[in-house]
C-alpha cells in the first residue's frame, strides 16, 4: 500500500532496528522534524545519489530507505535541536516531489522477505562468528563498545545489525538495504566480512606497528 512520507536525504544509510542521532540546524529540516512530530509521524531516511546533504538544492535519492522514528528531542537554541532516531521500516519510492520546502514522496512498503527456512538460519549461523570477530577487533581498537552476548538471534535483526557495523562505503551499504530477501542479505554480508575482516586485522596491526613521534635519528 502506497503512502506519502518526508524524506530526508543522507550520506548514511539507516537499516530497521538501528539508531540514528542528527543534529537539525537546516530551516526547512527544522520545519520538517516540527512537522512530523507534531503529526507523530517518521520521516524516511535515504541515502543521497546525486547531490549535497545540506544548504543546497534538494538531493535526489536512492529507491529503497528506512522510516525513522523520533524517539528523543532536545531543543537548541535557533529552533536548532539534536534528535535521536530509530529505524523501522524499509521502504520503496514510487515517485519524488519536490515542489516543498523538503523532499516529499509516494513511497510503499519493502519489508525484507525473511521467511525463517532451514537455510536461512544456517547462514545466519554461518555468518555469526565472522561478526564477533569483527566486533571484537574495533572493540581492540576503541571504535565499538558492544556486549558480543548482545547479539540477536533473529536472522533479520542480525542482518540489520551486522550491515550497520561494517566499514564499508554507503553505496555498498546500500545494495545491502535493497537487498530482496534476507538470505540473499546474509550471503552477501558473509563473503563481505570474509573479505572484510582480514582487512581490518591488518590495518588494526599496521598502525599499531607505526611509530608515534620522532624516532631516536630524527634530525627535526
Known amino acids: 500500500m502506497a503512502f506519502e512520507l518526508p524524506l530526508f536525504p543522507l550520506n548514511t544509510v539507516l537499516f530497521p532496528g538501528m539508531p540514528l542521532t542528527l543534529h537539525i540546524f537546516e530551516e526547512r529540516y ?5 512537522d512530523c512530530m507534531q503529526a507523530g509521524q517518521p ?3 535515504v541515502l543521497i545519489k546525486e547531490g549535497i546533504e ?6 535526489e535519492p536512492h529507491s ?10 532536545q531543543a537548541l ?4 535541536m539534536n534528535i535521536l532516531a530509530i529505524g523501522r521500516e524499509r521502504f520503496r519510492i514510487v515517485a519524488l516531489n519536490y515542489g516543498q520546502p523538503y523532499l516529499h514522496a509516494t513511497v510503499e512498503e519493502y519489508p525484507l522477505n525473511a521467511t525463517l527456512n532451514g537455510d536461512t538460519a544456517i547462514v545466519s549461523r554461518r555468518l555469526r562468528p565472522w561478526i564477533e570477530a569483527y566486533l571484537g577487533l574495533l572493540s581492540e581498537a576503541g571504535d565499538v563498545d558492544f556486549d558480543i552476548s548482545a547479539l540477536p538471534g533473529d536472522p533479520e535483526a542480525l542482518a540489520y545489525l551486522a550491515a550497520t557495523v561494517l566499514q564499508i562505503p554507503n553505496p555498498q551499504k546500500q545494495v545491502l538495504l535493497s537487498a530482496a530477501g ?3 542479505m546474509l550471503d ?3 563473503d563481505i566480512y570474509r573479505r572484510e575482516l582480514p582487512v581490518l586485522r591488518l590495518l588494526l596491526q599496521e598502525d599499531e606497528a607505526t611509530p ?8 627535526s
Open 43 to 45: 520521516f524516511g531516511v
Open 188 to 190: 552477501d554480508m558473509r
Open 212 to 219: 608515534v613521534g620522532p624516532g631516536p635519528f630524527s634530525l
Open 54 to 59: 545540506a544548504l543546497g538544492p534538494l538531493a
Open 77 to 80: 537554541q535557533g529552533g536548532r
Open 64 to 73: 529503497v530507505g528506512c522510516t525513522a522514528e523520533i524517539a528523543q528531542a
Open 182 to 184: 534476507a538470505r540473499t
Open 30 to 34: 527544522k520545519q520538517m522534524i516540527h
